[in-house]
């Protein structure tokens, strides 16, 4: 691919196009702020890893000038405030819905054909603010949560079980917060189903951490994570530039899916050259439906937040 930018050289937007260029997925990565030369210092931070790491992606920062942008394929959101302690990421809706709707016209003015990918917060909120902003087709605008939510799970039942975490296989459905639906029994260690190999308290207490992972990590650290946020933004970018056709679970909009509709949710999907190629629907059981539509409920709770800011 010709050219990747990523909005906000923030923590999770460097980290997402540190990533992004030692995979070598496109001949410029453009990393762009409103702050003056955050983005062109981390991008040369990063430019300078090259020749030690072995990547040939060209990084470029810019501050506000989206001319830069022009005709990238694929562009990942990563501006706005990220949470403090004590806060939800439903707090942030007030700052970010703004950012993500102006930095979105710009996009979609210079580079048109974008499939676009939001990782500000609340999620699956900004991943519509950034879908009516785009006037998109909803398979080109979408979110990244359940790549990360599932990473966080995975690495919590790789330590209880001790095995390779890229063994581990699992599904997290739903919201980016307290009210996402992990799947336990859609989850399996090389096809072993974890049920047998864990007992249900230990699995409960995983699911429970795996919920409240951002927030741990807030508490932590001060602000929110970086790391695996940045990395599951570009493994979406990975599957898109070489079209390969992944499943993963994504911020999708639903229309009909689930029995749910007009709302943006965690669901599996197969993500390829256009965007999501398509959302699978599985099985679920009556109190997993129940969960996701409660999910669903929550996440339309803060879409009306988003209605009366009268944005759109
Ligand atoms: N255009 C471009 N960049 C912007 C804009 C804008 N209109 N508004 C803010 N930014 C930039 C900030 O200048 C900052 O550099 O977005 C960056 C955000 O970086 P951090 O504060 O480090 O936040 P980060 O941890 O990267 O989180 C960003 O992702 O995971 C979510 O909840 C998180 O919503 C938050 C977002």
Avoid at 14 to 22: E, G, K, R
Wanted: hydrophobic fraction near 40%.
């Amino acid at each position: 691919m010709q050219r990747i930018t990523v909005i906000g050289a923030g923590n999770v937007g460097a980290t997402c196009a540190n990533v992004i260029a030692h995979k070598d997925l496109a001949k410029e990565v453009v990393l762009i702020d409103i702050k003056e030369g955050i983005a062109e210092g981390k991008a040369l931070d990063i430019w300078q890893t090259a020749a030690i790491n072995h990547f040939n992606s060209r990084v470029t920062g810019v501050t506000n000038d989206y001319l830069k942008t022009k005709g990238s394929g694929v562009v990942v959101i990563t501006s706005g405030v990220p949470r403090k302690p004590g806060m939800s990421r439903d707090d942030l809706i007030k700052t970010n819905a703004g950012i993500v709707k102006e930095v979105t016209e710009k996009v979609v003015k210079y580079s048109p054909d974008a499939i676009i990918i939001v990782v500000s917060n609340p999620l699956d909120v900004m991943t519509y603010a950034a879908y009516l902003a785009s006037n998109k087709p909803s398979n080109k605008v979408f979110g990244m949560a359940g790549i990360l939510d599932t990473g966080r799970y995975r690495s919590f039942l790789a330590n209880a079980l001790d095995v390779a975490p890229v063994d581990i296989h699992g599904l997290l459905l739903g919201g980016h917060g307290d009210t996402m639906v992990p799947l336990p029994r859609y989850t399996a260690v090389n096809g072993i189903p974890v049920t047998q190999l864990l007992g249900k308290d230990e699995l409960d207490k995983i699911v429970e951490r795996t919920k409240k992972g951002g927030g741990e990590l807030v508490n932590l650290i001060g602000t929110s994570a970086w790391y695996a946020p940045g990395a599951a933004a570009a493994q979406m970018v990975e599957a898109i530039v070489d079209d390969q056709n992944r499943v993963f679970p994504v911020c999708a909009l639903l229309n009909g899916e689930y029995g749910l509709k007009d709302v943006y949710l965690g669901v599996p999907v197969k993500l390829g050259k256009n965007g999501i190629e398509e959302i699978i629907q599985i099985d679920l059981d009556k109190d997993e439906k129940e969960l996701l539509k409660s999910s669903s409920e929550s996440v339309k709770k803060v879409m009306k937040i988003l209605d009366d800011m009268k944005l759109f």
